[in-house]
């Protein structure tokens, strides 16, 4: 029996709505395949929790979490409770750094019966690779002089190693999809950082003779999004490419409630983590309402990463023959409760042969 010790941090807001339905889900695709088990360890790290004691996580948070094969997060953040930057500071942020989670992958697809804002959408199926430790987000600059003379200088970083590890991780992905990989440049504008990430990009592919390879500058990368983003598999992009098309590619999808997201450690010194896009989401909190889509892809990236990608097509075939038959949550234009959707889900994989 192959056993995941999984570590569930629901969080704040709908996170606490979303998390427990989709933890459910997980026990029975778990069921499903016969020779899996998940353990569920809780933890109520939170801003609630903040009150309480004045700090998101314990001080030997990091250490709890380390013994785990991967964290499931729900969302962080409640303004009423505590400002976002100690909120989001205090926990996500450290996870994210602390256990080197070098890589964050969103995938874009468009699930049959929800509908994209995009009036011509057609079946776009894609996975944004974003570096996710350096790049444009460093903390190296400074500011000199003031008032009319102040100046403001931002460096961005980039090293062969993390530029060459996330693309690595993105033809790896492309050799289980599409086999595809496009590579998000602007060497006609940034003329140092972005021929090397082009030159790097270069010298990974000639690994990958199956792939199929093309560079398109991001800001008419951007615009494809919304014209034709059936013509992507996987995108490799720097951190603020990435975060930018990673955005882009949820609201193509239809809501922010059902699109899901990984923050990888690579080195396997720590665990992943694991998080839908969306916040905690405070307009319709206890309303029952909260799309758990969101989080029960998510889970089904958990599934991938642990090598049950059968199993990971199968629940997002059943989320998606659900969203098919018309189940939806009022985010995409239906009429049922996180419940509603949930059980059908499980109902369906308890069915499935
Ligand atoms: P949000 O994602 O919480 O909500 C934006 C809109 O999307 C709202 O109208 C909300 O009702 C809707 N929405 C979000 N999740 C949904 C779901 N599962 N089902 C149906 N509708 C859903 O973003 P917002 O309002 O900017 O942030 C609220 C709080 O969440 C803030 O404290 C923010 O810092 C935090 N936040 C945390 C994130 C995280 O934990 N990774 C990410 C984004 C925001
Ligand atoms: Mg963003």
């Known amino acids: 029996m192959k056993t995941l010790k999984i570590a569930n941090i629901p969080g704040d807001g709908v996170g606490k709505e979303v998390v427990p339905a989709a933890t459910e889900v997980l026990h029975a695709i778990a069921e499903l395949h016969g020779n899996l088990k998940f353990e569920f360890t809780e933890f109520p790290w939170s801003c609630e929790y903040y009150l309480e004691h004045n700090v998101m996580m314990p001080e030997d948070g990091l250490e709890t979490l380390k013994e785990f094969d991967a964290i499931f997060l729900g969302a962080v953040g409640n303004l009423e409770l505590v400002p976002d930057h100690v909120s989001l500071w205090g926990m996500l942020i450290k996870i994210r750094r602390e256990f080197e989670q070098v890589i964050n992958i969103r995938p874009a697809k468009l699930l049959k019966g929800v509908r994209s804002p995009l009036v011509n959408p057609k079946d776009f199926d894609m996975m944004v690779v974003r570096e996710n430790s350096e790049g444009e987000y460093s903390s190296i600059g400074g500011n000199i002089y003031k008032d009319e003379d102040e100046i403001a200088i931002q460096n961005a970083v980039f090293s062969r190693k993390a530029s060459e590890r996330a693309m690595r991780y993105a033809f790896d992905l492309a050799a289980k999809r599409g086999k595809h990989v496009t590579s998000a440049t602007k060497s006609n504008g940034i003329i140092y950082s972005m021929p090397f990430w082009d030159k790097v990009f270069k010298e990974v592919s000639k690994d990958y003779p199956d792939i199929k390879t093309d560079s398109q500058h991001i800001d008419a990368l951007a615009a494809f999004f919304v014209t034709h983003p059936d013509k992507f598999d996987v995108i490799v992009a720097s951190n603020l490419f990435g975060d ?24 396997g010194k720590y665990p992943s983590m694991f998080e839908p896009v969306h916040g905690s989401a405070p307009d319709i909190i206890g309303k029952g309402i909260a799309n758990p889509i969101g989080q029960i892809w998510t889970a089904k990236m958990m599934l991938d990463h642990f090598g049950e990608e059968e199993l990971g097509s199968t629940l997002l075939d059943i989320v998606e023959s659900v969203t098919n038959d018309g189940f939806l949550t009022p985010d995409i234009g239906g009429t049922n409760t996180t419940k509603e959707v949930t059980d059908e889900i499980i109902k369906r994989i308890k069915n499935y042969k």
């Open 244 to 267: 930018i098309l990673t955005d882009l590619g949820a609201a193509i999808m239809g809501s922010v409630g059902i699109a899901p997201a990984a923050n990888i450690n690579v080195n």
